[in-house]
């Protein structure tokens, strides 16, 4: 049986084919924060998330009369800013490495949780990640955070489906020592 996909936004994209400024305005509105997220949470720098934000916008209305609606915009959409930022990442590193050639306290009880203290492990664990080799953070943000199976990491970042696990079974490992490391409960 295939699988159908429900795009309660088929209207608005339909309109945005046809030239309407104001429905890509709307799709963009509907979507911009989630996808600001996800690219944040793999570029790690929100200046470089938001031109990757921007930039994929400009790509996906550009090639919006290619999109054949087989799934949903989200996910289309989605599947551009991933791209967009893993490809950021490889021109990062790859000027890294031509610079590099060129010249060589105490956690509250959980029985006493609050908000702000959920809000303050939070904001450790993203502290943490951060601290994390990109390839590990790569693979956690993209499983955690987003959703993909390790076969979907695979296909992404071109790596084997069993590198995808043992990237993300390692990332899980050194977060939790780094955690550890500023008194993080596990």
């Not at 994209?13 to 997220?37: D, F, H, I, T, W």
């Not at 009880?109 to 502290?127: G, L, W």
Request: charged residues 30%.
């Amino acid at each position: 049986m295939e699988a159908v996909y429900t795009d309660k936004h088929y209207s608005l994209v339909a309109e945005c084919k046809q030239g309407s400024k104001k429905a890509c305005y709307e799709l963009y509105r509907l979507y911009a924060k989630a996808m600001l997220n996800t690219a944040f949470r793999i570029v790690g720098n929100i200046a470089e998330a938001e031109d990757v934000l921007q930039e994929s916008f400009t790509d996906a209305f550009h090639k919006l009369k290619d999109f054949r609606q087989d799934t949903t915009f989200g996910l289309w959409l989605k599947q551009i800013v991933v791209n967009r930022s893993i490809n950021l990442l490889r021109k990062r590193r790859l000027e890294l490495v031509e610079i590099e050639d060129g010249h060589l306290d105490n956690v509250p009880d959980e029985e006493s949780f609050d908000d702000e203290d959920v809000q303050y492990q939070v904001a450790q664990i993203k502290e943490a990640m951060k601290q994390l080799p990109e390839g590990y953070r790569l693979v956690i943000s993209l499983y955690l955070l987003e959703g993909y199976d390790h076969e979907e990491i695979g296909q992404i970042l071109n790596i084997s489906e069993n590198t995808s696990r043992t990237q993300f079974l390692r990332a899980k490992r050194k977060l939790g020592d780094i955690l550890l490391r500023k008194g993080i409960k596990r």
